[in-house]
């Protein structure tokens, strides 16, 4: 059976000291207690790099907040699960209900983005 999973996600929030301060904190706590589940950690865009870089070596993995369901192309704005592997997630966020209310997807374009993440 999978352990539980908690994910926290900034939205677009947290500059880069907020950032590292919130992933210090998390690292702190959770080094103190071993989780009894998966812990995943999703900053901005922006700060991918940042966080994969603080959280390297903790028992707290990274996830992105959005995906793209193509692989490449002129998607100006999107991100693909190539670059997000790179980056260094393991996880994303699809489905979200903001991203549904306020920017109209629908349950086929998040089956789309969800088929693309598992092939990833």
Known sequence: MRKPLVAGN?????TRPGLLAVLDALKRD??????????????PFVWLAEAAAALSGSRID???????????????????SGLLREA???????GHSERRTLFGETDAGVRRKAEAALSA
């Open 10 to 14: 900034a939205k677009m929030n947290l």
């Open 30 to 43: 959770i080094g103190l207690n071993p989780p009894e589940c998966e812990v995943v950690y999703c900053p």
């Open 62 to 80: 990274l996830g992105a907040q959005n995906m793209h369901w193509e692989a490449s192309g002129a998607f100006t704005g999107e991100i693909s």
């Open 88 to 94: 260094g997630c393991r996880y994303v966020i699809l």
